[in-house]
């Protein structure tokens, strides 16, 4: 039975403490500190993973919806303590906390399961807000790409709201941060990728030219909105390509320009 929080300061959910100012606690690294997972569908994904759970906090009927496993502290409270606990009005009524995935081995992630099998990955560089990396996480799940590789300046794609916006999915995803950028992409290309910068550059070839059959490992670059991809990483890349659009729209958002190409490149 969840054990009932009557003071929104207990340190029993401290993990949830004050979310409104982010995930990590004053004086933490980037990218350390637990994962935080809004609402039950998202924790049901959670559950899946076999991530170590620290802790599940929510109100009474949300709570009662998960099939939480023995051992997992699990803590209940009516929908103000909850929203003073975390600093702001919960809509979804539950939340968990969990420890990070482990950082995959770069090579084993390049190689897959199969090295001979089809892969597709997806390379962000330069992204900074958290809703983007959730929506290309959660699209990246959906159209079958097979992991995300981030340069060392996108944000923590495991921040509260990314995770929120990926529905979770984030989660099932193999991610690595490429340490040495761009020159990590010449591993990407030794491990038999063919990379792919997409740009809306008026040189850039169409995107839909691209035969997903010839080129069965396809590692496709996406930039951040605005600036996009840098020179060095176009320049690093075998073929740069563009979503075709009608005159007078030059890009898409980089979450909808992601979803366009996995579809396109989908074999």
């Known amino acids: 039975m969840p054990q009932l929080i009557t003071d929104p300061r207990d340190e029993r959910v401290a993990d949830f403490h004050d979310l409104f100012a982010g995930d990590r606690r004053p004086g933490t690294e980037r990218g350390t500190g637990p994962v935080i997972v809004e609402g039950v569908t998202a924790v049901e994904r959670l559950l899946e993973t076999g991530l170590p759970l620290r802790a599940v906090y929510g109100v009474a009927g949300r709570l009662a919806a998960l099939d939480l496993p023995d051992g997992v502290p699990a803590y209940e409270a009516d929908k103000w303590v909850v929203s003073e606990t975390i600093g702001f009005r919960l809509t979804r009524g539950v939340l968990a ?15 897959g399961p199969d090295p001979t099998a ?55 995803l193999p991610v690595r941060v490429l340490t040495d950028w761009p020159g990590d992409l010449d591993r990407v290309r030794a491990a038999g990728y063919t990379t ?26 996406l930039g951040a909105e605005g600036p996009g991809l840098s020179a060095a990483a176009q320049a690093a890349v075998d ?16 979450a909808a320009a992601a979803a366009v190409a996995f579809a396109t490149l989908r074999s």
């Open 97 to 111: 906390s969990a420890e990070r995935p482990e950082t995959p081995d770069l090579d084993a992630l390049l190689a």
């Open 118 to 172: 089809p892969r597709r990955i997806a390379v962000l560089e330069g992204l900074n807000d958290h809703e983007n990396i959730g929506s290309i996480g959660r699209s990246a799940v959906a159209l079958g790409v097979d992991a995300l590789l981030l340069d060392p300046t996108c944000a923590d794609p495991y921040y509260r709201r990314s995770v929120r916006v990926s529905m979770g999915h984030l989660l099932t």
């Open 196 to 221: 792919v910068a997409l740009t809306p550059a008026a040189d850039a070839v169409d995107l839909s030219a691209l035969d997903p059959t010839a080129h069965p490992r396809t590692a496709l670059l």
């Open 239 to 254: 073929v740069r390509a563009r979503i075709p659009m009608r005159s007078g729209v030059d890009s898409l958002g980089v």
